[in-house]
């Protein structure tokens, strides 16, 4: 039985729970914004808001509960090819994140719908965001429009076309259209030249 058993499951174990939380948390406060599933994102809005809530009051004490609900990773950036430390995450949500929800008592993130499902299992998608973070229109262009084919059909005839007219020169084209050459002659032509 499950008498008093609160809070969603997510079909995972406690530990696989924990970390979930945590890596979710991290990732929202480091980029301020995740792309996730509506059951994960209401899983993890009231554990960071809860974060939030202790960075601001900013003490010693504060940090240490949130270093030990939260956990600490590094942020780092890639320069010459090699990941160079910037800060982190715990340094971020109590110097960025933290002042500024300075003047507001809860609310500190959003759940925006987004209109398409996630090609794998068709889990709904939804953007978890603090609040006052721009929308990323990389993440609802990448949900709303089918990006990869278009990307595919204008990257690839930009190319061709540049191909194209680098391989052909202007001594050729007068060959295929005079009416002596006959299109049998041309095709076996062609395949040699490339």
Same mark, same amino acid.
């Given at each position: ?7 969603? &499951? ?5 530990? &696989? ?10 990732? %929202? ?9 509506? =059951? ?28 030990? @609900? ?8 890639? =320069? ?12 971020? @949500? ?33 953007? %978890?965001? @603090? ?20 990307? $595919?059909?204008? *990257?690839?005839? *930009?190319? $061709? +076309?540049?191909?194209?007219? +680098? ?28």
């Amino acid at each position: 039985m499950r008498h008093q058993v609160a809070g969603k &499951h997510l079909n995972r174990t406690s530990a &696989h729970r924990t970390a979930l939380r945590r890596n979710l948390a991290a990732s %929202l406060f480091e980029h301020g914004n995740i792309l996730t599933t509506r =059951e994960k994102a209401k899983f993890v809005q009231p554990f960071a808001e809860k974060l939030i809530t202790l960075a601001k009051d900013g003490s010693l004490h504060a940090r240490r509960r949130v270093i030990s @609900l939260l956990q600490d990773r590094n942020i780092c950036t890639v =320069e010459d090819g090699e990941p160079v430390k910037v800060t982190t995450v715990i340094q971020k @949500l109590f110097a960025e994140v933290g002042p500024q929800f300075q003047d507001r008592n809860g609310g500190y993130t959003r759940i925006l719908n987004l209109p398409h499902r996630r090609v794998g299992d068709n889990g709904k998608l939804v953007l %978890l965001q @603090l609040i006052g973070e721009a929308v990323p229109s990389d993440a609802v262009k990448a949900t709303t429009e089918v990006a990869a084919p278009q990307v $595919e059909q204008t *990257a690839p005839p *930009a190319a $061709e +076309e540049t191909v194209e007219t +680098e391989e052909q020169p202007p001594a050729e084209q007068p060959d295929e259209t005079s009416p002596d050459a006959s299109s049998e002659t041309t095709e076996e032509d062609q395949p040699k030249k490339e």
